[in-house]
């Protein structure tokens, strides 16, 4: 299966400049690398910090996003100055990565991680996947224990449907069949966004609105991504998982993430539940303050 932008030139112009805008507001310059997988070539953008010796972080994002999401705010910032952080564009995915997705239902998507990491010359990395990236981390744990580290999952997919009650689908239809910035800004307040936290800058926010307004009017995507994992998946990974929970996650409530991964993740090791944390992370810094918790662990 394949996505595709339906004018790549153009799509390609408006990555760079959208990439380029973003990380002049965040401050932190990442050096982009494109590498050769067996699913079309992969985007990472990478941050190395001025040490001798220091970790890598990989950073998946959620659907229909850049990984250069991550930057909205000044979060992982927090991360830059002892850790060196891979921002990896999924593969199918809008953003700089090739269209070309991996089967549903298989682990491919693992073997995809896999293929990343040792390009990137990792021998064993930390992974902190949201939402989606969360579901591919799970794949990458069980076809490559021996390259993961720990993962962090944040408001994982994977562990539940997803869930749109009948208000929040009203929102998701105005985004999708009508995209605007108007539309795109209802979708994001309404049901991405926590309204306990923080508002965020309004160019930020008008950042992730143009990406998400791009995508969605220019970018064919395949929609296979709403799969909930069997049991017995996630009953084989055994990679020391941390699970952060957005206590106001409208699109996968908590509860019932958390009441599945008690149940079937016997490598589990620990639960955050942020009380302001909506489904988005993006400029959340209780998010970053708990992240940064997390990966002192064991350190």
């Known amino acids: 299966m394949v ?9 390609a112009h408006f990555n760079d400049q959208w990439a380029q805008a ?24 990478i941050h190395t910090p001025q040490r001798r010796i220091y970790e890598t972080i990989v950073l998946l994002p959620g659907f229909n996003a850049s990984s250069l999401v991550w930057l909205v705010g000044q979060g992982i910032n927090s991360l830059s100055k002892n850790y060196r952080l891979c921002l990896v564009d999924i593969n199918g995915q809008p953003g700089f990565s090739e269209g070309m997705i991996p089967k549903p239902g298989t682990d491919e998507y693992g073997h995809w991680t896999r293929q990343v990491l040792k390009q990137l010359g990792i021998s064993r990395a930390t992974l902190i996947g949201h939402a989606l990236g969360a579901l591919i981390c799970l794949k990458a744990c069980r076809v490559s224990p021996e390259l993961v580290k720990k993962v962090i ?3 994982p997919a994977g562990l ?6 009948i208000a929040l689908l009203r929102y ?58 069997a049991k017995e998946e996630l009953a084989s990974v055994q990679t020391p998982l941390y699970l952060v929970l957005g206590a106001q996650d409208k699109l996968y409530p908590y509860q019932a993430s958390l009441s599945r991964a008690t149940q079937h993740l016997p490598s589990l090791v620990s639960v955050t539940v942020l009380p302001k944390l909506g489904h988005s992370l993006q400029g959340n810094t209780i998010l970053f303050s708990a992240l940064r918790s997390i990966l002192a662990q064991g350190d």
């Open 153 to 155: 999952l944040v408001n």
């Open 172 to 229: 998701y239809l105005l985004a999708l069949r009508g995209p605007s910035h108007a539309s795109l800004q209802a979708f994001l307040r309404e049901a991405v966004f926590s309204p306990l936290a923080p508002p965020l800058n309004p160019a930020q926010e008008k950042l992730l609105i143009d990406f998400q307004c791009y995508s969605l009017s220019s970018f064919e995507l395949t929609p296979w991504w709403h799969q909930t994992l």
């Open 22 to 45: 973003l990380q002049q507001l965040n401050g932190l310059q990442l050096h982009p690398h494109t590498l050769t997988t067996d699913w079309g070539q992969t985007r990472v953008w």
């Open 3 to 11: 996505s595709r932008y339906k004018d790549p030139t153009q799509a």
């Open 160 to 165: 539940q449907p997803l869930s749109l009650s």
